[in-house]
C-alpha cells in the first residue's frame, strides 16, 4: 500500500520566520511529488517535482525531492500571516492495473504563522 | 482557462436521506476526474475516479456511488446517508494522462445528523 507521511503535523511561528516542512513516502512506481496549500476550502497546487535534486521556487517557497531517500521538503522563507495553512503532500504512481493514475496524500502540515 | 464548479457548498441532511453532489468542470476535454472525502483530522480519501464517459473506478466500498453522464460532469451519490458519510467532499481533475496535477474544486461541506 502507498504511504506518504508527513512531518511535523502542526507548527507556530512568527512572521518572518524560516520554515521547512517533509514529506516522505513510499509508492509503486513513483512518478510525481506534488504540493498543495490548503487554506478554508480545495487545495491549490504548488509544486510537482519529479527530478532529484531539482529545486522548485516560487517567490518565498521552494522545494525538492530526493528520490534515492524518498522525500522530499518544502521551504518557506520570511514567513507571513498569509501562509497559515495546512500543506499537503501527494505522491503519484501507477495503479497496477486500473490504467489510470492516482495520488497518494499525506495529512498534511498545519501551519500557523503568527505576528 | 478551466475552471472546477461544485454545488451546494454546504448541506446538512438527515441519516438515512439521498445524497447527490455535483460537479462540473469548464474549459478542457476529457479530463480525468476524482472525488475524494476529506475527514476531520484525516488525509484526503481517494473514493472514485473516472477516465471517461461512464468509467468509473471505486477506490472505497461504500454505500457512496458515482456517475459521469457527460464529459465533463461527475457526481456523487447515496442512496441512504449514515452519519460516518459526514466530511468535505471534494472534486478534482486532471488533464488525462499527460499530467499528476490534480485541480481541486470548492468542495462541499457534508454534515449528517
Known amino acids: 500500500e502507498d504511504k506518504v507521511v508527513q512531518s511535523p503535523l502542526s507548527l507556530v511561528v512568527h512572521e518572518g520566520d524560516t520554515v521547512t516542512l517533509n514529506c516522505s513516502y513510499e509508492v509503486t512506481n513513483f512518478r510525481s511529488l506534488l504540493w498543495y496549500k490548503q487554506e478554508k476550502k480545495a487545495p491549490t497546487f504548488l509544486f510537482m517535482l519529479?527530478?532529484?535534486?531539482i529545486e522548485k521556487k516560487s517567490g518565498r517557497l521552494s522545494s525538492i525531492l530526493d528520490k534515492k531517500e524518498l522525500f522530499s521538503i518544502l521551504n518557506i522563507t520570511a514567513t507571513q500571516t498569509g501562509d497559515s495553512a495546512v500543506y499537503l503532500c501527494a505522491v503519484g504512481g501507477e495503479n497496477s492495473g486500473a490504467g489510470s493514475y492516482q495520488l497518494t496524500f499525506g495529512k498534511g502540515t498545519k501551519l500557523s504563522v503568527i505576528p | 482557462s478551466q475552471t472546477i464548479h461544485q454545488w451546494p457548498a454546504t448541506l446538512v441532511q438527515p441519516v438515512g436521506s439521498p445524497l447527490s453532489l455535483e460537479c462540473t468542470v469548464e474549459g478542457t476535454s476529457n479530463p480525468n476526474l476524482y472525488w475524494y472525502r476529506q475527514a476531520a483530522g484525516r488525509g484526503l480519501q481517494l473514493l472514485f475516479y473516472?477516465?471517461?464517459?461512464?468509467?468509473i473506478s471505486s477506490e472505497v466500498p461504500q454505500n457512496l456511488s458515482a456517475s459521469r453522464p457527460q464529459d465533463r460532469q461527475f457526481i456523487l451519490s447515496s442512496k441512504k446517508l449514515l452519519l460516518s458519510d459526514s466530511g468535505f467532499y471534494l472534486c478534482?481533475?486532471?488533464?488525462?494522462?499527460?499530467?499528476?496535477?490534480?485541480?481541486f474544486g470548492p468542495g462541499t461541506r457534508l454534515t449528517v445528523l
Open positions: 519529479t527530478s532529484s535534486g
Open positions: 478534482a481533475w486532471s488533464a488525462s494522462h499527460l499530467t499528476d496535477t490534480q485541480y
Open positions: 473516472s477516465v471517461g464517459i461512464g468509467q
